[in-house]
């Protein structure tokens, strides 16, 4: 048993390969409450089905969550107390404005990486770091440049192959994986202009090009928390109703991917390369402040010629239930609130007359 | 001084206060009979019992009158200072400075409860979609947006990281509506690793060094945030002189706390006592003064304790607390039911615990900050709170939720399965919205059912 569970793009799958484990995002179904594992009320149904996938499923060597929502954050301490497998609670820093906030999430990969040795895992020559790196960012830009050729439901489901057991090695992947400074794309500067920690990795189809909406499809973005696997058959019901998701801005799609690796930096200290990757790209709406995320979004609807936004959201979730308010008025584009709590039997059919009653306004 | 202390309505008030006026009392320039805050709209002290002391009447108007100090401040020159979430640090930095106040915005989180829903603050959040799902604090944003509480400060901060996802979901949206925040950086409070550099905290408990250091950098930066703002050097006899002036403000609170909750008659109702602790967080925006009401309270309290009277029967079950209550009139019901309070986590013990005078003042602030409850594990919260009821001699323990508070839904399970685990008391969670009326039958009876547990256990 080497699976190592996580919760959160803020943990990178790399830095736990690397140490030869198999890391696992886990990809989870809806649990119901469940009062003696101490998930009462009041729980989003996301928080709530990881304690129950962690609690009830196949055990992994050891489980690392995050701090990026207070739920998952007391959510560790509760799998702590009731699961045989270790658990680690990563410090993911709010703030990104200072040094001071980078050399945390720094330090604590660091830690994370004596918790992986001591579970039995191997630290990583600078090297072999680099390398598996370079797998991964070679596997995430083979997808984003397969985005347009598959459905919602396909990218979904092969991001989360990509942060699952599988790795980078999956058939999309066109190119072998590169070596340090070698057939990759280039690091882009910061944004003049922007939060500071603007994405360095050229996101969307064919790396930045405005893409092209696919025929018979309305061009929409879809943005959010984590998707459970049961939001599959959403992701379909939008394509049966006549849109074509050209933005998956959700946790669990290419809006928590990491930004291209520093290429210098990757040959002198890889592992500052991957923090500063991952905790200086990816924008979120729990970071403080987060008009990074509306920066973000705001370039992406535009180069996708996005004409409506759906916003996923868990009842329960106030990080991104306090920011539909927010998107709504900041958007140029009509935005459709996608509640959903996971408990009501039925909500499948509310969605579904949302979804198809906000395209027809649409067409 | 000789009569018998009791809980009064606000009807008795009016009569009581009648009668120290015949007496002499001599009230600070805020005084007044409180009927008058009813007048201004503090509906729910309509519902209150009260404890009938000058000094607690002292202390309500203090408490009630803070938006009034705020814009009295404000037309003075001073510099306004909005403090969000920390509970407790970063006005002990803002009071060591000349001219300079800090409140929380946060404490909005009172106001429906107090007016009873007639501000309205509650409708104008729901109007920006942060409906009831969030925790009551989001009254905060909408005293942001109508502007007829506290004035708008010049400067807000705001903590994050290991904080709750209400307050830090509505601070950014409050940002986002064009008041900008200086956000710093409290990272979730970890055990340190067996070879890692660790230093104690107010409180008992551990962090690595390196937190520490972390939040010692961060509360520098708010620090010149401060100095930028006034104009002023916040130099470290300025801070340790501010530091110097909490801890009286926490050694006055330690001593009315220990006699309250240890006396053989209570001597002050958990009301009242609820109160004078939300006195240390930020003082009320007047940290003097604030010293003063304390020390009047303190004084009252020890009268009380030397000639054995108090305000609730002897033979009251002593429950401790956690969480604060939306709806003060909880504190009420609970003594109604033949409870008192013994002993207390409203979310903000490190607000009362003494900020180290040995350390140099950042470092000291640091260590404070980091002994947030709510910034470390539920365990570790837990852990305290065992210590405390056994120190108080409590005999059960409410754990209050917060509705719609993100760390109420874990929490509860964790500091109820290690109370009884250690302790083997009885645990009860309720959840006490800003108005409890629709649901007092409810609450009253599962408080019943606890003292009755309580009192059962003592036969035993």
């Known amino acids: 048993m080497t699976t190592v569970a996580y919760s959160s793009p803020f943990v990178p799958a790399e830095w736990i390969a690397a140490h030869g484990l198999r890391p696992s995002r886990l990809q989870l179904r809806p649990a119901r409450c469940e009062p003696a594992a101490g998930v009462v009320r009041e729980v989003c149904p996301y928080t709530r089905a990881f304690v129950g996938a962690v609690l009830s499923?196949?055990?992994?060597?050891?489980?690392?969550?995050?701090?990026?929502?207070?739920?998952?954050?007391?959510?560790?301490?509760?799998?702590?107390?009731?699961?045989?497998?270790?658990?680690f609670l990563l410090n993911v820093p709010s703030t990104w404005q200072t040094a001071a906030a980078g050399e945390l999430y720094l330090e604590e990969l660091r830690r994370l990486g004596r918790f992986l040795v001591q579970l039995g895992g191997t630290a990583p020559s600078p090297g072999d770091l680099a390398n598996v790196m370079l797998a991964y960012e070679s596997a995430r830009t083979s997808l984003q440049d397969a985005r347009e050729s598959m459905s919602a439901r396909q990218f979904a489901e092969a991001v989360g192959a990509i942060d699952g057991c599988q790795g980078p090695s999956r058939s999309w992947k066109t190119a072998p994986p590169g070596r340090a400074g070698l057939d990759v794309p280039a690091f882009q500067e910061p944004h003049p202009s922007g939060w500071g920690y603007r994405p360095t990795r050229q996101r969307g189809p064919a790396h930045g090009q405005a893409a092209r909406p696919a025929a018979g499809g309305i061009p929409l973005g879809l943005v959010g928390g984590p998707?459970?696997?049961?939001?599959?058959?959403?992701?379909?019901?939008?394509?049966?109703?006549?849109?074509?998701?050209?933005?998956?801005?959700?946790?669990?799609?290419?809006?928590?991917?990491?930004?291209?690796?520093?290429?210098?930096?990757?040959?002198?200290?890889p592992l500052q390369a991957l923090a500063d990757a991952y905790f200086g790209t990816i924008p979120d709406v729990w970071r403080r402040p987060n008009d990074g995320f509306y920066e973000w979004l705001g370039h992406e609807l535009r180069a996708r010629q996005v004409r409506g936004v759906l916003l996923r959201r868990y009842i329960w979730c106030d990080l991104w239930h306090a920011e539909l308010h927010r998107l709504r008025e900041w958007s140029p584009f009509p935005v459709l609130d996608l509640d959903a709590c996971h408990d009501e039997n039925g909500s499948p059919g509310r969605t579904a007359g949302r979804i198809e009653a906000f395209l027809e306004m649409l067409a | 001084m000789n009569r018998t202390a009791r809980r009064i309505t606000l009807n008795e008030w009016d009569r009581r206060y009648a009668e120290l006026c015949a007496a002499g009392l001599r009230e600070p320039d805020y005084g007044g009979p409180l009927r008058r805050h009813v007048d201004d709209g503090d509906l729910r002290l309509l519902k209150l019992r009260m404890d009938d002391s000058a000094a607690s009447l002292r202390l309500w108007n203090f408490l009630l009158t803070e938006e009034e100090r705020l814009h009295r401040a404000r037309a003075e020159g001073k510099r306004i200072v909005g403090v969000m979430k920390d509970l407790g640090t970063v006005p002990v930095m803002a009071y060591a400075l000349p001219e300079c106040v800090a409140f929380y915005p946060d404490g909005a989180w009172w106001i429906p409860c107090v007016m009873e829903r007639s501000a309205g603050l509650l409708d104008v959040a729901d109007s920006l979609g942060i409906d009831d799902s969030f925790c009551p604090v989001r009254a905060m944003l909408g005293a942001f947006v109508n502007e007829a509480h506290f004035p708008i400060p010049e400067m807000l901060t705001c903590s994050v990281g290991a904080t709750c996802d209400d307050v830090s979901a509505i601070a950014q949206r409050i940002e986002a509506l064009g008041f900008p925040i200086l956000w710093w950086e409290?990272?979730?409070?970890?055990?340190?690793d067996p070879e890692e550099a660790a230093v104690e905290l107010p409180g008992e408990f551990r962090a690595p060094q390196s937190q520490v250091a972390l939040v010692r950098s961060e509360l520098q930066r708010v620090g010149r945030a401060l100095e930028a703002l006034t104009g002023q050097r916040l130099t470290q006899r300025r801070l340790s002189a501010g530091i110097a002036r909490a801890n009286r403000v926490r050694r006055c609170l330690a001593e009315i706390r220990r006699l309250a909750f240890t006396a053989s008659a209570c001597p002050l109702p958990a009301l009242e006592m609820l109160i004078a602790e939300m006195l240390a967080i930020h003082f009320c925006s007047d940290q003097q003064e604030a010293i003063c009401v304390l020390e009047e309270l303190l004084e009252e309290v020890r009268h009380r304790v030397d000639a054995g009277t108090g305000v609730l029967p002897t033979d009251a079950a002593g429950v401790f607390w956690v969480n604060p209550v939306a709806?003060?009139?909880?504190?009420?019901?609970?003594?109604?039911?033949?409870?008192?309070?013994?002993?207390?986590?409203y979310l903000f013990c490190h607000a009362l615990d003494p900020i180290p005078e040995d350390l140099p003042p950042m470092e000291a602030l640091a260590r404070t900050a980091l002994a947030d409850p709510m910034v470390g594990s539920s365990a570790d919260r837990a852990g305290r709170i065992c210590e405390d009821v056994r120190r108080f001699g409590a005999e059960a323990v409410v754990i209050s939720h917060v509705p719609?508070?993100?760390?109420?839904?874990?929490?509860?399970?964790?500091?109820?399965?290690?109370?009884?685990?250690?302790?083997?008391?009885?645990?009860?969670?309720?959840?006490?919205?800003?108005?409890?009326?629709?649901?007092?039958?409810?609450?009253?009876?599962?408080?019943?059912?606890?003292?009755?547990?309580?009192?059962?256990?003592r036969r035993r």
């Not at chain 1, 690392?64 to 497998?85: G, K, P």
């Not at chain 2, 929490?411 to 108005?435: D, F, H, K, M, S």
């Open chain 1, 57 to 87: 499923g196949p055990a992994s060597l050891a489980v690392v969550m995050t701090t990026t929502c207070d739920q998952m954050r007391h959510a560790a301490e509760l799998i702590e107390r009731r699961a045989d497998q270790p658990v």
């Open chain 1, 227 to 269: 998707l459970l696997m049961s939001d599959c058959a959403m992701l379909d019901l939008i394509e049966q109703a006549g849109g074509r998701v050209v933005l998956d801005a959700t946790e669990s799609g290419e809006r928590t991917m990491p930004g291209a690796f520093d290429r210098r930096a990757i040959r002198d200290d």
């Open chain 2, 186 to 192: 409290i990272p979730h409070r970890r055990r340190p």
């Open chain 2, 327 to 345: 709806d003060l009139r909880v504190m009420n019901l609970l003594e109604d039911a033949g409870g008192r309070v013994c002993g207390t986590d």
């Open chain 2, 404 to 457: 719609g508070a993100s760390h109420c839904a874990m929490e509860g399970a964790v500091i109820g399965e290690i109370v009884r685990t250690r302790l083997g008391i009885p645990v009860l969670e309720i959840e006490v919205p800003p108005i409890t009326d629709s649901m007092e039958p409810t609450l009253r009876t599962r408080l019943e059912a606890l003292v009755e547990t309580v009192v059962n256990r």
